[in-house]
Structure formats: structure tokens, C-alpha cells
């Protein structure tokens, strides 16, 4: 089906609808009086459309020539995916590795090495969020946004450089927000309860309601609260349970003014705010990944989950997000405008006795005349500010279709970590003026980051059933970073009080992508896309003493993608399937290691080699009666390095790329049925396999144990049931059934005791109960 023939289908809001690709409950057709327009297709069979916005403009989702999945908010509050752990088991090579909530590193096709700077994309709407820089931290601050009032959340897989820009190798993620109802009073309220194998209670109680405010103006306000239970005790310091609680909380209030059908202002603000404990990681075996059962500080016998930790640990992250987007309709073509300014603050407080302990300890009883043994933790605030403009101008829809746009940013990031010493036996703060200075070390980076790029997409109908396309963007960056280091830990080692040092860079990136799509059927369709995405480089700052081999600079990596795919199902949806295979091709990957130099090992990024990925996907849905619906989905990746990485990262050629199984997949299974009335029950589960994968590249581990980091494979069951009857609904669930104890991240060599290892699970046996009300 071609575009123009778009308004020929069923057209649905995609939260209802998604399912028919890659969502495990089933997909209701959505009747006119609702707000669906249900026409007949060219088949003549009423048929649902998934519709998506992954390419600037709304179309369905069989017409896009790429790899995507669509999760429905629908589906996302009945599965109880309110962040990024709960809903990697339903998009096709998805994974990542966390051990604290608003700490992810998120992962597509295998595309990661480990370094500091995303390869996912992330977006709220039409708004990028998270640094474009590696010097931000953004690989492990992907913003992990509450799902509540989402609409759905949109996956990209592949590089999307041409119409998204910088740090999308991998992908991106979309979270699409629900926007405001014109003429329409509406509210809703959620409220829950679980309990955590091992570990405490948790609660949720979110809210929202759309107010309409006359014929053209309408207001939607949300918020959402979440306390999740934790499940690590501490040793090391007075014994602590449930160090690892967290609570997340926030809102979104969003306007639209619609005074005729050509233009459109809609104004949205997002706050959230995350506060963590402890991470949610034990210490473990360095080649089982199982739990200590005995105390390594004091040889006493310990149970459950426990990580030594002597000065408490937390992780407290804000997001906050603004966003004005104009658009309006000339006919032949529309004009959008987005403008958007977002903050990210993170306050870390990390426990470094372990690593820093000696030698903080050596230097107050050699230089302080103290007995103590002392400890030390690292505080580390980082700040993210970011103003983002995007312009684009589009064709109306057609057999010849084209989009150009322009693109700024301009990014600020501020790091600051302090390193501050305690009394270990007491926890109580040392004072650094007994070796006559205020400090025992801070170090200060401060970067900036400017980015401009132009961009043209289009796409041609060759015949009714076959199109080509294609784009390309131009995007220029300019950076620079100042590194600021002062305390007692400079002149201690012969330097001055404060150091300076700093770095700047400048380098121009073209990307591009080609597309061609063929309809087989009005069901049916091949695609196969090229396309190259990028991730910036940028400067280091180079320490005293720095080493003939210290990078003073990086290059941008860049990533080809070869994609083939395939989307169908049958005349009355009782089976639908979606695949791709793809190659991957990633060239100057990015990598971060301790580099020598006349203060020590200090971290900076460089360029290794090459990477490449052999991978597959499929997503298969089968409806065999009404109510009932099975959804299979599951990926291959055969992810590895070509070159070997600099000796000091670790990586050999031959090595699988970090934290992406080889093979993942996920069986959903789900049934409901009337029981008189508007009374609907339902019950369902999901089935995850995720196979063995390699850990972090880590040189010491490979040296100390002859061989590559691994993570055990694991399975996980998920079940769930529920009622929902007039506006009311109850659903209750149990996850991870079996107290699978799969990792999500293991390694650390050097941060716990001994060469105990940080292992970072999925979350224990959970039960819990909602229950929503609409009015």
C-alpha cells in the first residue's frame, strides 16, 4: 500500500494498535466514534494501521523501510514496563546494563564497546535528550523516562543519521507522550503495590487528566510517583537492609492550541526526579557471577545480597525538559518548528575505600601524623544543559515526497568530583587542613559543545508498489574542555595547586541513507535500506607527564548498516510476521581506557578499529481465534571486533562486542474474554532467553584469570491477570516467577574486595497489584 493510499485504511492511535508487530497483548480495532476513521483497504477488508511519526512525519508503519517497534502504552501499563529493564524483553536486540535507576547504558544490535558516549539516540518527541558529547557521560545517562500517559515508545533500529543526527549508530528510542485532547474532559488514577523476593515493599500512584479549555485549546496534565522496594543489604559498616530503595517521581503538563486545522502550537514541560540509594549489585565470584557467602572484611558467614560498602552510597538524577513545537499546513507543504531546553543533574556519591582507601590512608598518617585508617568517597555532581532548534520544511503527501531541515545545538556539561576522606571506624568526615590545604582533591571539567547541520530527505513512487528513497545530512561540531585539578594530591606528587589543562576540537560529518520498498501485496512488502550514523569526536585533556601514546584528540566513529526486511500478515490478521537481516559495518569505534601519565592512570577516549555485526530479527504474531493472541520475537547478533583495541582497553580481535547475547527471544502469550457486559478479564505471560555474553573488556581480568569476562545465559517468567469492567480495572502480576538471578552487568575489577567482582542482576521474584479507575 502506498503512502498516498494512507487514508484508505483503518487508521488507529498506535497505543492500541502496535501489537500487530511487536507488542504481546492483543490489538482491538478502534471504532469511528472513538476518533478511528475505518474505511475499507484496497482488499477490501476493514484492516488496523499501526501509524508512527520515526521519519518526521506520521505514516504507517508498513511503510516505513526500516526496522522498527512499536510498544503501546496500553501494553506497557498492563506489563508493568515502567523503565527500561521492564521492556527490553519486548523490542528485538534491545539490551543494557544497569545497576541503578537513571544509570543505563542502552544497547542496539550489539553496538557498544564499553566508552563514555551514547550510540543510542534518545528522544522525547521531536526532542533529543542526553549529551551529544563523550566528555557528558552520556552512555550510561540515557534517559530512562517514566512511562506513565505514554502513547507508545517507538524503537529505530539501525543507524538514523540523516534525519536524527549525531549518536545514533545503533538507533533510537522515541518516547511518544500523549498529547491533549481537544473537546475531550478526561482523567484517569493508578494506584499499586509489590512486594521484592529478599527485599522490601514498593508503591505507585500516578494520576492525569485532559482538560479542554473552549473549542481550540486543551490542557493535559500527568504525575506519577514510584517507590521500588530494593533488595541489597550492606556489609562493610553497620550491616544496612535494602540499601538500594529508590524513589521516582515526577510530572508532565502539556498544552495544544489548534485555532484552525492548518496550525498547531503545543507547549510541554517534563519534570522528573530520581532518587537512589546504593546500587542494586553484590559482590560476586569473579568467574561464577554468585553471591559472597562470607564477609571478605571479616570472614563472618553472610545470606542473601550483600555489597561492602563503608561509606553509604546514593545516586540521585533530575531530568527536566521544555519543548515548543509549531507547526503549520500550506497545503502543498508544512512548516515545522521545534524548539527545546533540557537539564539533566546528577548528584553521585560513590564509595572509593576500596581503590583510594590505602593510599588516602598513607598520606594522612605519613603527612597528617594520624592512626586512623581512613576511607575516602567520591562525590560527583554532574550538570547537562542543552538548547536545541530544528526547522524543517515537508512536501504534502504524494507519489514524490521530500523533507529539508536545518539543526542546532548548543550544550554545556560540568563535571565535578571531589574526593573526600573519612574516618573508617566512624564514618565521620576527615578534616584535609591538617595537610594544610582545603582539599584533598577536586578535579573540575567543564566542556562545551556546539553543533549546526542541514539535512534533505525525500522519497519517490516508481509504480504503485514500488518506491526508492534517500537522505543526507551535513552536521558541523565545534568543542572545547578545561580541566581544572587542585587540592593535597597536586603537590604531593610534584605539581601545581591548581593544574589546568584543556583541549579543543572541530570536524565536519556527512551521513546518508538509501531506501528502496516493494509491496508485494496490500499485505505484504521488502524493504532494503544503507545507511550511515555517527557519534562525535572530540578533544581530551592531556595531564603533566602525559605519555608519547596519551590521545590528544579523538575521531567520530562512524557505522554502516545493510538491512533486507520483511512485513506481512494475513487478509484477517490471524498472523502477521516482521524480519530483517542486517551486517553491520563500524569503523574508528570508540573506546575509553587509563592512559599513563605523571599523576597516574588517567581515563581519556581514543579511536580502536574496526567492529562489525551479522544479525537478524523476527517478530511473528499469530491470532488464531478472537481474544487470543501469541507474539514470538527473538534476534541473532554476531558481534565482535576486527582490529584488536589500544592494550589499554583490553579488546582483541575476534572479542564479542560487551553486554550483546548472541541470542535473545521472547515468547508472549495472552487471552481475554467478556464475562457479560463491558466486563473483560484476561490473563497472560512472557518467557525471556537471553543467552551467555561477554562482559566489559578488561586486560587485568584477562591477565589474572586467562580469559574474557562472561555473564551466564538466563531465563525469565513474567505472568500476569487482571478484570476490567465498566472504568475500572485490577490487574495483579508476578514477575520473574522463577527467581532467575540473570546479570545485567558484571565486572569492576578493583572496586570490591579483593578480585571480587560488582554484579548487577535483574530483579528478584516480584508480585504485585494495580488498580486504575477512569472519569
Do not use: H
Not at 521519519?55 to 512499536?70: M, W, Y
Not at 528522544?123 to 545517562?141: H, I, K, M, Q, W
Not at 547475547?661 to 495472552?670: G, I, N, Q, W
Amino acid at each position: 500500500m502506498t503512502k498516498a493510499g494512507l487514508c484508505n485504511r483503518a487508521v488507529l492511535a498506535a497505543g492500541v494498535a502496535t501489537l500487530a508487530v511487536s507488542s504481546p497483548t492483543i490489538a482491538a480495532a478502534q471504532s469511528a466514534d472513538e476518533g478511528g476513521e475505518v474505511e475499507e483497504t484496497r482488499l477490501e477488508e476493514p484492516r488496523s494501521v499501526i501509524v508512527v511519526t520515526a521519519q518526521k512525519r506520521t505514516q504507517a508503519l508498513d511503510e516505513v523501510p526500516q526496522s522498527i517497534s512499536v510498544v503501546g502504552g496500553d501494553t506497557l501499563e498492563r506489563q508493568q514496563a515502567d523503565s527500561f529493564t521492564d521492556y527490553v524483553e519486548l523490542v528485538p536486540s534491545l539490551s543494557l546494563t544497569q545497576s541503578n535507576p537513571g544509570e543505563t547504558r542502552v544497547i542496539l544490535r550489539g553496538v557498544n564497546t564499553g566508552s563514555v558516549g551514547s550510540t543510542v539516540a534518545i528522544y522525547v518527541d521531536e526532542t533529543p535528550f542526553g549529551s551529544s558529547t563523550s566528555l557528558g557521560n552520556a552512555a550510561v545517562l540515557a534517559g530512562d523516562f517514566d512511562t506513565f500517559d505514554l502513547e507508545r515508545v517507538e524503537v529505530l533500529r539501525g543507524p538514523q543519521g540523516t534525519l536524527y543526527g549525531s549518536n545514533a549508530l545503533g538507533g533510537v528510542i522515541r518516547f511518544v507522550t500523549t498529547p491533549p485532547q481537544l473537546g475531550e474532559f478526561e482523567g484517569r488514577a493508578q494506584a499499586g503495590i509489590e512486594t521484592v523476593d529478599g527485599g522490601g515493599v514498593g508503591y505507585l500512584a500516578n494520576g492525569v487528566v485532559n482538560v479542554p479549555l473552549g473549542d481550540a485549546l486543551a490542557v493535559r496534565a500527568s504525575g506519577f510517583y514510584r517507590k521500588k522496594a530494593g533488595f541489597v543489604d550492606a556489609i562493610g559498616r553497620a550491616p544496612e537492609e535494602e540499601i538500594d530503595e529508590a524513589e521516582i517521581y515526577g510530572g508532565r503538563i502539556s498544552a495544544l492550541f489548534e485555532p484552525t486545522p492548518e496550525f498547531s502550537a503545543r507547549l510541554t514541560a517534563l519534570a522528573q526526579n530520581i532518587r537512589a540509594g546504593s546500587p542494586s549489585s553484590y559482590d560476586a565470584d569473579p568467574v561464577t557471577g554468585d553471591p559472597v557467602t562470607v564477609d571478605p572484611n571479616t570472614n563472618t558467614p553472610v545470606s542473601g545480597l550483600v555489597r561492602t560498602e563503608f561509606y553509604p552510597e546514593n545516586n540521585d538524577v533530575d531530568y527536566r525538559l521544555y519543548n515548543g513545537t509549531l507547526e503549520y499546513d500550506f497545503g502543498p507543504v508544512s512548516l515545522t518548528s521545534v524548539t527545546s531546553y533540557g537539564e539533566l543533574d546528577q548528584r553521585q556519591r560513590t564509595d572509593n575505600t576500596i581503590g583510594f582507601g590505602p593510599t588516602v590512608t598513607f598520606v594522612y598518617q605519613s603527612f597528617g601524623g594520624r592512626t586512623d585508617d581512613v576511607g575516602a568517597f567520591l562525590d560527583a555532581p554532574l550538570k547537562q544543559e542543552k538548547f536545541t532548534q530544528e526547522v524543517r520544511l515537508a512536501s504534502a503527501d504524494g507519489p514524490f515526497e521530500w523533507q529539508i531541515g536545518g539543526y542546532y545545538t548548543d550544550e554545556k556539561v560540568e563535571i565535578v568530583q571531589s574526593l573526600i576522606p573519612f574516618v573508617q571506624d566512624t564514618g565521620v568526615l576527615f578534616d584535609p587542613t591538617v595537610l594544610g590545604f582545603s582539599d584533598l582533591l577536586i578535579l573540575n571539567l567543564d566542556s562545551e559543545y556546539e553543533e549546526i547541520a542541514g539535512f534533505a530527505n525525500v522519497s519517490l513512487e516508481l509504480t504503485p508498489w514500488w518506491e526508492i528513497g534517500g537522505g543526507i545530512r551535513y552536521s558541523q561540531n565545534d568543542q572545547s574542555v578545561v580541566q581544572t585539578e587542585r587540592g593535597a594530591f597536586q603537590p604531593l606528587q610534584g605539581l601545581p595547586s591548581p593544574n589546568i589543562t584543556q583541549g579543543e576540537s572541530s570536524e565536519d560529518v556527512v551521513t546518508w541513507s538509501a531506501d528502496t520498498r516493494i509491496e508485494l501485496s496490500g499485505l505484504s512488502s521488502i524493504y532494503a535500506r544503507v545507511a550511515k550514523g555517527y557519534r562525535p569526536g572530540g578533544p581530551n585533556v592531556v595531564p603533566p607527564g602525559a605519555a608519547a601514546d596519551f590521545p590528544r584528540q579523538y575521531d567520530a566513529d562512524t557505522l554502516i548498516s545493510y538491512e533486507l526486511g520483511f512485513r506481512g500478515e494475513t487478509i484477517n490478521r490471524s498472523f502477521a510476521i516482521d524480519a530483517a537481516v542486517y551486517y553491520l559495518d563500524w569503523n574508528d569505534i570508540l573506546i575509553f581506557g587509563a592512559f599513563d601519565s605523571a599523576i597516574g592512570p588517567v581515563g581519556a577516549n581514543d579511536n580502536g578499529g574496526e567492529a562489525r555485526v551479522y544479525g537478524a530479527e523476527l517478530t511473528a504474531t499469530i491470532r488464531p481465534v478472537d481474544g487470543f493472541s501469541l507474539v514470538l520475537n527473538g534476534a541473532y547478533n554476531d558481534a565482535e571486533l576486527v582490529d584488536d583495541t589500544p592494550p589499554v582497553t583490553g579488546g582483541l580481535a575476534g572479542d564479542q562486542l560487551p553486554y550483546t547475547p548472541e541470542l535473545t527471544a521472547t515468547m508472549s502469550v495472552d487471552y481475554e474474554w467478556s464475562l457479560g457486559g463491558s466486563t473483560l478479564a484476561f490473563v497472560g505471560g512472557d518467557v525471556r532467553l537471553t543467552s551467555d555474553q561477554a562482559g566489559g573488556f578488561d586486560q587485568t581480568y584477562r591477565t589474572l584469570f586467562g580469559r574474557r569476562l562472561e555473564i551466564d545465559g538466563y531465563q525469565k517468567v513474567d505472568l500476569r491477570a487482571g478484570v476490567a469492567f465498566d472504568k475500572f480495572s485490577v490487574t495483579a502480576f508476578a514477575n520473574n516467577v522463577t527467581n532467575s538471578r540473570g546479570l545485567t552487568s558484571f565486572g569492576g575489577l578493583g572496586d570490591r574486595p579483593g578480585t571480587l567482582l560488582e554484579a548487577s542482576p535483574i530483579r528478584p521474584r516480584t508480585f504485585g497489584v494495580t488498580a486504575a479507575a477512569s472519569f
